[in-house]
């Protein structure tokens, strides 16, 4: 027979998503489940955002702006950039996979972390280059002394996922200065903060103020995370100019749809509603994490939404056990589980069937 898409993909691996919540409580028997697996934000969408949408609607029977330019100003005035840096996308995910796209043919190389973000090696050999995964540090952190002596003449594309996801642990301004520093002027360093509003260490940087203006800097946001617009999926990055223009060349036209660019500009004007919502996240983060040491687990200190437990081989059997009494985590089998951090409610059914699965 003959074949008919390339054999290299074979062997990737499917991205995988949090659990459906609907279908475990009808497994069980519940009215309802947890769903700790997917780093949501649990309080539901910013004021002004639904009401955004339902507008919206009424013209979704025309395309949007393909040039997101009103979105785009406003990112530009509250980031303190150009419009032309600006780039929006389908997520931050999809402008990582565009990022790929303008910088590599096939057999150039992509340097990530592992375990970082699942979606680097799936995006690597996407685009026909190789993916290079350096191991994490003992501290579940990236090692990146090991990163830059992985780079080589066919690198072309650095990530850096900071805080890191799925670990939680984040690389301090120190290092990734010396880091940057080790970079070769003709490779793109990709600085993924995702998770950057949850951020509480005043030694990470917020890579937009400390290396924004670097010409081989890219920074990768999202507002599926605090800005709650997870089911929009609506991205977006910041880049110098001409690389900035260069990936509009080739993101996938109309990728930021039109109620994601409604809903993104209203959530813009729910920022104070956004700070109250982290702070809250923030302090549930360091209940459980307090709360999972004291299971003898050990959990190192995050700077994202969730936290990480690095239960290695029993990883799996964990995730089942708490399935088991209605709370979905995220298993990385043989790794370790990411749990994101819900209302204290929902943490407390956590807490509950961790120490029953634990026992």
Known sequence: MTRLTRADLDTLPAYVAGRNVADL???LGLTEAIKLASNEVPYGPLPGVPEAIAEAARTVHRYP????????????????VS???VVTGCGS?????TLAKVTCLPGDEIVHAWRS????PIIATGAGATGIRVPNTAGHGHDLSAMADAITDRTRLVIVCNPNNPTG???RRAELDRFLAQVPDDVLVVLDEAYREFVTDEQVPDALETYGDRPNVVVLRTMSKAWGLAGLRMGFLVAQPEVAATIRKVVTPFSTNLLAQAAALAALDAEDEVTRRCALIIAERDRITEALRKLQLEVPASQANFVWLPLG???AAFGAACEARGVIVRAFQPDGVRV????????????????????
């Open 25 to 27: 409580a009808r497994e």
């Open 65 to 80: 702006d393909m040039g997101v330019v009103a979105l785009r100003e406003r990112l530009a005035d509250r980031y303190g």
């Open 83 to 85: 419009p032309d840096r």
């Open 93 to 97: 995910v999809g402008l990582a996979e």
């Open 117 to 120: 973000f699942e979606a680097y």
């Open 169 to 171: 642990t984040s690389v």
């Open 313 to 315: 081989d029993r990883a």
């Open 340 to 359: 994101t951090i819900g209302t204290p409610e929902e943490n407390d059914a956590f807490l509950a069937a961790a120490e029953h699965a634990l026992a």
